[in-house]
C-alpha cells in the first residue's frame, strides 16, 4: 500500500513538473523576429544624411557633405571615418527577440520618447529614431523605434555613441 501512494505522489510530482515547465517554456521563449517588417540591414548608410545622438549630458548632430561629415553646429569637420565605422555598427545590429509590444513598458526599460538613455536619429530618404534604454543582465539592450511600439533586445552596446563633440573631431596628424 506504501508503495502504491509513493507511486502515485512520483506520478503526481512528475506531471506537475511537465505542466510546470511547459507552461514556462510559453512565456520565455524567444519570439524571433521573423515576421517583423523591420531590420537594421536595410539601412542604406549612403542616404544617411543626417546622424544625431542624444544622451543626458546633451546632443550632437552631424550633417554629410559628399563623402564627409560635419558638425551641425559649426560646420566643422568631423571624424568621418569614426562616424561611418558607428553607422555600419548600427546596421550590422541583430535583433536577438522582441520582449514587449506594450507602450506601459517604456519608461521601465527606459525606451520612451522622453525617458531613454540614448536616442539615435538617421536622416535618410525615411528618418530612423531608434530609442536606447536600460541593458539586461546578458549585456544586451532593449531598443524601441519610434513610432513602433515594440521593444527588442539586441546584442549591441551604445556606451561609445556618445554626445561629448570633442570625441567626435577628427585627429590632428
Known amino acids: 500500500m506504501i508503495k502504491k501512494i509513493r507511486n502515485i505522489l512520483v506520478l503526481f510530482l512528475f506531471f506537475q513538473l511537465l505542466f510546470f515547465s511547459i507552461q514556462n517554456l510559453k512565456s520565455v521563449r524567444p519570439k524571433f523576429n ?18 544625431e545622438i542624444k544622451d543626458e ?6 550633417d554629410k557633405q559628399g563623402r564627409n561629415w560635419f558638425f551641425k553646429a559649426n560646420d566643422e569637420r568631423a571624424n568621418s571615418d569614426k562616424i561611418e565605422t558607428k553607422l555600419a555598427g548600427i546596421k550590422s545590429i541583430k535583433i536577438n527577440r522582441s520582449v514587449i509590444n506594450k507602450e506601459g513598458s517604456f519608461s521601465d526599460l527606459m525606451v520612451g520618447d522622453d525617458n531613454y538613455r540614448k536616442k539615435i536619429t538617421l536622416i535618410s530618404t525615411e528618418p530612423l ?6 541593458m539586461n543582465e546578458a549585456g544586451r ?25 570633442k570625441l567626435w573631431l577628427t585627429p590632428r596628424s
Do not use: H
Open 34 to 51: 521573423l515576421n517583423s517588417e523591420f531590420s537594421f540591414e536595410l539601412i542604406n548608410l549612403d542616404e544617411v544624411k543626417e546622424f
Open 57 to 62: 549630458s546633451g546632443s550632437v548632430k552631424f
Open 129 to 134: 529614431v531608434m530609442f536606447i534604454g536600460k
Open 141 to 165: 539592450s532593449y531598443l524601441r523605434i519610434g513610432g513602433n511600439n515594440t521593444i527588442y533586445e539586441v546584442d549591441f552596446i551604445f556606451d561609445d555613441l556618445v554626445s561629448d563633440p
